[in-house]
């Protein structure tokens, strides 16, 4: 929870504006006990290094074959190689899985983010120009998706 927070504090990577509460987290994590719907958390030293989602794109059920991506990473832990251990486990552990794509909007800027995932294979698709507003600030995302089909998954 106190990740998630921090980026809502000092990030545009999520949209919250108010803290999550211990219970809004544990609801969030209902959508992990199935299927392709994974989280992931990694620790080092005793604290939350960072974690990686994969989650419904939306509800509709023209998209089970899709999942959006999400991934945060501790700002002590940025450039320190936790945020490629994640993805990696997050992508080994969907092979066999019933999926044909992968989807991810980046708030920008974020180099690095997009850099990580061009390296998973992720392309950019486009920018949703100023479509969000967080703070009186307005936000562009660049979306990039990934095809599973060619790496072993089924869909």
């Known amino acids: 929870m106190a990740l998630r927070n921090w980026y809502i504090d000092h990030s ?6 108010q803290h999550l509460s211990l219970r809004q987290m544990a609801q969030w994590f209902t959508q992990f006990n199935t299927g392709p719907h994974r989280c992931y958390v990694a620790v080092a030293d005793g604290e939350i290094a960072g974690y990686c989602s994969s989650q419904a794109y939306r509800a ?6 899709t999942i959006e991506t999400s991934i945060y990473v501790a700002a002590n832990a940025a450039r320190s190689g936790v945020g ?5 486990h997050l992508f080994d552990a969907l092979r066999g899985q019933d999926l044909h794509r992968a989807v991810v909007g980046i708030a920008l800027p974020n180099d690095a983010s997009v850099a990580l995932h061009e390296k998973f294979g992720f392309r950019r698709i486009g920018v949703f120009d100023e479509y969000a507003i967080k703070h009186g600030q307005r936000i562009s995302s660049v ?5 599973l089909s060619e790496q072993g998954w089924h869909a």
Do not use: C, G, I, V
């Open 84 to 88: 490629s251990a994640l993805y990696q």
């Open 12 to 17: 545009y990577a999520t949209f919250d504006e």
């Open 143 to 147: 979306w990039m998706e990934k095809n």
């Open 60 to 65: 509709h059920p023209a998209f089970r074959h």
